[in-house]
């Protein structure tokens, strides 16, 4: 479609942008919200893709004398990084190669399995090897009103490794991390050679899946004070309630821990696509951020006050992943978020399997939004994880009190769609896409798209791992005539006395008679 082309009653807008770390200011910053503070001014991206190629292939080797041995060896298969886009600012990509190039495989006393497993002391409370306990801890501590007691389970392996927190539900109103870890702690998760049997972990798992206890109760963002959780770490004793719920959170629950995953939703009137956000030149996050195997990484320096920022600048690996919308359950976005802790405590080797990762990844240091330049009602033609074209229309905009007229926000130029609006009332300024250019490789993407062009983001496809199909079972009563399963089976053989073969007992089976040949 031509972005410039207009009709009577119809207006085309194409360029109602803003970048998304200096236009965007909410009064009431939401944990996906832009004030995510940018590492370059500059939108960038980056493919990585991983293939293995031929070392000889393409290349012709100087002419060398035969061998005489008669077998042949096997050209060696070399593993190589093919970037398919340079575009993060080079000052970006060195400070995080530089990162990654310092960084060593850590190993603390603690995790040393000569060492021994230790019980696990949280809050009082003792976790013994090899098991898990479920408990409530107050989030205040009061002897009048409510105390705000939230749910916590550990898993205390039965091999000594590093620590792992799951934290969800920091705002009340999203339910993608809540219901992520009510998952991870079904049966099907964590019975006896599942993958969360606390017999088979290395290490220490922590989940709390709802937090701001308070807000979940009544639907809403933030506690009771108005104020946003997210914003308030570490924490102050003495101070507002969710600064001291802030202070109780962070030391008590997330201190001592290794790695952080926190789980959330966008805010609400809108809805992400599943995606991870990490700080990558901070190598621990960075490994957590890539293990988590989905396609879309924002490279973004975490706000202040958010438990991210503060882990993160605790020496802990920390990464936020978002996914669906407030006040609604995206079964995709979970499974993803599933699939994704599962991926990272599989990397740390705090349980037993291998990782699955994306076919490539898309590796982002800025972004911008598209905005309504006209204010009404709404209508979105995409959705998160929609792919564009230049002058795609996203949606239009119209409004009751003027028939007849209508305004289209028309796709700059190609990219990426992470979050989309789900509120139909805008008035002009208003974000309705967080917008992911992609310069280069687009076809790359495409090749990953369903017919609507919407990204299909990895391991969203697969069953559910903890669901588990009801199987009816019959139970036949009786007794093997013989004393076994083949007993009866060719008597004859049995009553020639040979020998047994078989691992079967009671069965034997005969040996072949063979005629001797004699010259005559």
Request: charged share 25%.
């Amino acid at each position: 479609m031509n972005p410039s082309t207009s009709t009577r009653g119809h207006i085309h807008v194409g360029y109602g942008l803003g970048k998304v770390m200096e236009d965007e200011k909410p009064t009431s910053p939401s944990s996906d919200s832009p004030d995510d503070e940018p590492v370059e001014k500059n939108p960038a991206l980056e493919v990585e893709i991983q293939e293995q190629v031929d070392s000889g292939s393409k290349e012709k080797s100087p002419s060398k004398k035969k061998k005489t041995s008669s077998k042949r060896k096997p050209k060696p298969i070399a593993k190589r990084k093919v970037r398919l886009a340079h575009e993060l600012p080079s000052k970006r990509r060195r400070a995080i190669k530089e990162a990654m190039e310092d960084h060593k495989a850590e190993h603390k006393d603690e995790w040393d399995r000569s060492s021994g497993v230790k019980t696990h002391v949280l809050m009082r409370k003792r976790i013994k090897p090899g098991t898990m306990r479920s408990f409530t801890i107050p989030l205040l501590d009061t002897n009048l009103g409510d105390s705000w007691n939230i749910p916590i389970t550990v898993i205390n392996g039965s091999r000594p490794g590093p620590t792992v927190t799951i934290s969800a539900g920091i705002h009340g109103d999203e339910l993608t991390g809540p219901s992520a870890c009510s998952h991870l702690l079904s049966n099907t998760m964590t019975d006896p050679v599942r993958a969360l049997d606390p017999q088979h972990v290395a290490g220490v798992i922590r989940i709390l899946p709802i937090i701001n206890l308070p807000g979940y109760r009544n639907m809403q963002r933030d506690f009771p004070d108005g104020r946003d959780l997210n914003r308030e770490f570490p924490g102050r004793i003495k101070g507002s309630t969710t600064a001291r719920v802030a202070y109780r959170v962070w030391n008590d629950l997330i201190t001592g821990t290794d790695y952080l995953v926190d789980l959330h939703s966008a805010a609400k009137g809108r809805s992400n696509m599943p995606q991870v956000r990490a700080y990558l030149s901070d190598a621990h996050s960075n490994i957590i951020a890539k293990a988590f195997g989905i396609e879309v990484i924002l490279d973004s320096k975490p706000p202040r006050g958010s438990l991210r920022r503060v882990a993160m600048e605790h020496g802990i690996g920390a990464l936020t992943y978002e996914g669906g919308g407030a006040d609604s359950l995206d079964q995709e976005s979970v499974q993803v978020a599933v699939n994704g802790v599962l991926n990272v405590l599989r990397t740390l080797h705090v349980i037993p399997g291998n990782p699955t990762r994306p076919k490539f990844r898309l590796l982002a240091s800025g972004s911008t939004w598209l905005r309504a330049s006209e204010g009404g009602l709404l209508d979105m033609h995409v959705e998160p994880s929609s792919v564009v074209q230049q002058g795609d229309v996203v949606a239009k905009i119209t409004d009751p009190g003027t028939p007849g007229l209508s305004v289209d926000i028309v796709a700059p130029k190609d990219g990426l769609l992470i979050c989309t609006a789900t509120n139909p009332f805008v008035t002009a300024g208003a974000p309705v896409g967080h917008f992911l250019p992609l310069a280069k490789h687009l076809d790359l993407v495409l090749d990953q798209c369903d017919e609507e062009s919407r990204f299909i983001v990895a391991g969203s496809e697969e069953e559910p791992v903890w669901r588990e199909e009801d199987i009816d079972e019959i139970s036949l009563e009786g007794e093997w005539s013989g004393g076994s399963v083949d007993a009866e089976w060719r008597n004859e053989w049995v009553s020639n006395g040979a020998g047994s073969e078989s691992g079967e007992a009671g069965e034997e089976i005969p040996r072949r008679r063979t005629k001797k040949k004699t010259n005559k």
